[in-house]
């Protein structure tokens, strides 16, 4: 069996620090690869070895697997670890490391293939009996043929882009008239986006919840799942709050869809980490949106309640080794939730909102989880994707670990720039919420601007206040512009409390 002595992580931010500290326990040497934008990143400063990608933009750096490659010879790496986003389900990519005699941590390149173009996984769960949302299983060629369907099927539609990911090239038709011209804007968007202009048809499910479960199968055809994660609260279609396990799914179901996601790993003779995504509907039908052939952004979550490491995991598996444990020795032990703090303003869109880490100051305790990977000080980049930190509790039931997480929400101090934490706190106090009573529209039915200020209690009033001061002697030293963003700072928090 293949031992791992070396391993490069193909990433950057918080899932580069995280997949490298689990490395370090395992006594495996690591490799950062970072871009200028990145240099002082915790990630780099971390590592054993670092080198210098290129430039800031991701074509230019995160996105050059041939020069990862070289690096990997170079420096005597024997496994590359790809994140998420970025290479990690691109199949050539996966393929040419293997041909460089390296270990791609991760499935082989040809599930990343089938998995990756949505209408070819339908395809190749077919006979697997998985549940699917009605709609065509290949690409849409012709117009009317295909409206002859979307009436069939019954409005509204969603049309999708076949490589579509990232919650990007969707389009929702209401109504018949529409049709042709979503289609056309879809196609256009498929192409420039992903390359591949294919899109297919799906029944719009109305209410639906966005349940995922987590899947390890090792290289001897052993696979197990590892329950659900409820990713429901999502804006722009992308999740911002996940928790496990789902407030509604009971032990029967948690069984039927642990079993659907296994078929599909079956299906692609799925070897690795995996998550199998499944959208439900308000009668608690589930069924099969798409497989993700990598580590998940939320997959704390699932490590909190199994008290399984899954990059562990993943190292072992690419090294070769039969899984640990069976399906049998897997229970669920309390609940977690993690909010992603993105640096984003909920008052403005969710539009991100880069800039500088003035304050940051980490919440700590008993069962609080934060991967992150900035300090105080840095700047959010606005080459990448503004996610500056994901935060994890975990309880004895829902309720403890919610209560954990709005206490935790509290003692995170970031100041300098808008994020989303403010909204996460507002959700998990929400009824809806609560009562787990939500489907993937709550930011569209409970969220507006204005319930952010009546969040604010005098006492947080009073503590941002002091802390704004406190910067503002600070950044006395520093640059004019971040001196004028400070001081806007203060003088609104010393504003709110008149
Ligand atoms: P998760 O389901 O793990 O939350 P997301 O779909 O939010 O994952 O994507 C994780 C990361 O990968 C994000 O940074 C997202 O922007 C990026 N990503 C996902 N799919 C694609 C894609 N097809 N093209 C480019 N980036 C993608
Ligand atoms: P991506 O590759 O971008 O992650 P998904 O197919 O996983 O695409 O869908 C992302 C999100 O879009 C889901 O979590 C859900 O909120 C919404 N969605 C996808 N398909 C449907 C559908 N048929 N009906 C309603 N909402 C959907
Ligand atoms: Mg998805």
Redesign the pocket.
Known sequence: MPEIKKLLVANRGEISLRIMRTAREMGIKTVAVYSEADRLSPNVIFADEAVCLGPPASSQSYLLGDKIIEECKKLEVDAIHPGYGFLSENADFARKVREAGLIFVGPSPESIAVMGS?LAAKQAVGKYDIPL?P?TDEAITDIDAAKVKAAEIGYPI?I?ASA???????RIVENEGEFEEQMQRAVSEAQSAFGDGAVFI?????S?R?IEIQVLGDQHGNTVYLFERE??I?RR???VIEEAPSAVVTPEMRKAMGEAAVGVAMACNYYGAGTV?F?VDDKLNF?F??M?TRLQVEHPVTEMITGKDLVREQIWIAEEKPLSFQQEDLKINGHAVEVRVYAEDPKNNFLPDIGKLITYRRPQGPGVRVDDGFEEGMDIPIYYDPMIAKLVTHGENRKAAIDKMIRAIDDYKIIGIQTTLAFCKFALRHEAFVSGNFD?KFVEHYFTPAVLEEQFSDEESELLAALAVEFLSKASLKSTTERKKTEAISTSWRNRLK
């Open positions: 949505k949302v709609g969603l999708k579509g990911g990232g919650g990007k090239g969707m799906e029944k719009f499910i109305t639906p966005h990713c429901s999502q279609h992308q999740k995504e959208i069924y949106l798409e993700n993937t």
